[in-house]
């Protein structure tokens, strides 16, 4: 079977239900389970997913990831000891990280990126390795290169006016747009596995930041409009047979207003017989299994 994977970042199961949001239900839908996590951070989870383990008990933890993805910022391995050694003289900042970003010599927004015994080990890595043709389109944890930008922008204007907070979520949006253009030119190519991410709707969560009602009937109407960007991937995919999965990395809890413990899912077949998830670990085995077919 061909497969289409739409991530959706932070699409929660409950305000699914609550919003009336039956658009992202396809055929059939559920939840899983992302709580064992310490981190509930987007691409630990989302290496999770890929990989069927929990990451971090195999050595990616948050502060792992951090240590691995500002070393892979810099251009070069003597300016990242240079920064370290740097960072351990007790005298006033220098400004060299600000500098070298100036010189194109660090990147500012670098991805976050498994190591590679553990990107082996995805289900996209096993699948290329057996001839199937993969396609991956800024997957966290296996190789974005444009959401960290989302990250930072998220912490530097939680206190910023309404209006500029919601230009970034529009900036999403556009990017989302894009992402899925790229990944409809590939279901026409017939690539057996397309898979393609969005930082929405989780940036629009965070920028709402304890939304009023009225910030959350916009937040709605972002979940219609994102929508209605990966429609045309959808029915595309409908239209050459693929096997669509929607699926989330976590959700949002408005109460607590951080992510939940539960992430969403749907398809849109009726899933076989063994399909089985739990957890956000369970999706590897099933996905090669679907793509397989080993339950024909």
Not at 164 to 176: P, Y
Not at 179 to 196: E, L, P, S, W
Not at 272 to 289: A, G, H, T, V, Y
Request: aromatic share 12%; with cysteine.
């Amino acid at each position: 079977m061909r497969l289409v994977i739409v991530g959706l970042d932070g699409l929660d199961p409950d305000l699914v239900e609550r919003w009336k949001m039956d658009w992202f239900k396809q055929r059939s839908w559920g939840r899983h389970y992302v709580g064992m996590l310490n981190d509930l951070y987007t691409p630990i989870l989302w290496s999770c997913f890929l990989t069927g383990l929990n990451v971090e008990e195999h050595g990616y933890n948050l502060p792992k990831l951090e240590e691995k993805r500002n070393k892979d910022a810099f251009k070069s391995e003597f300016l990242y000891k240079l920064y370290l050694l740097r960072k351990k003289i007790p005298i006033k900042k220098l400004g060299l990280r600000k500098l070298l970003i100036k010189l194109g010599l660090v990147n500012p927004y670098p991805g976050s990126i498994m190591p590679d015994y553990l990107l082996r080990r995805t289900f996209l890595e096993e699948l290329k390795a057996k001839g199937y043709s993969v396609i991956a389109i800024e997957v966290p944890g296996y190789n974005e290169t444009r959401n960290e930008y989302y990250r930072v922008k998220i912490d530097e204007l939680v206190a910023a006016p309404f209006c500029e907070r919601a230009k970034l979520v529009e900036e999403a949006l556009e990017d989302t747009k894009e992402r899925i253009a790229r990944a409809v030119t590939y279901v026409d190519k017939g690539y057996n596995v397309v898979f393609v991410y969005s930082p929405l709707p989780d940036v629009a969560f965070h920028m709402a930041v304890k939304p009023s009602l009225k910030v959350r009937v916009w937040l709605r109407a972002v979940h219609n409009s994102l929508y209605r960007t990966i429609k045309k991937l959808l029915d595309l995919a409908e239209e050459k047979e693929y096997v669509v999965l929607i699926v989330s990395d976590h959700g949002f809890d408005l109460k607590n207003y951080y992510h939940s413990n539960y992430g969403f899912w749907s398809l849109n077949i009726e899933p076989p017989s063994r399909w089985s998830i739990s957890s956000i670990l369970d999706f590897k085995e099933n996905i090669l299994k679907l793509v397989e077919a080993v339950w024909q």
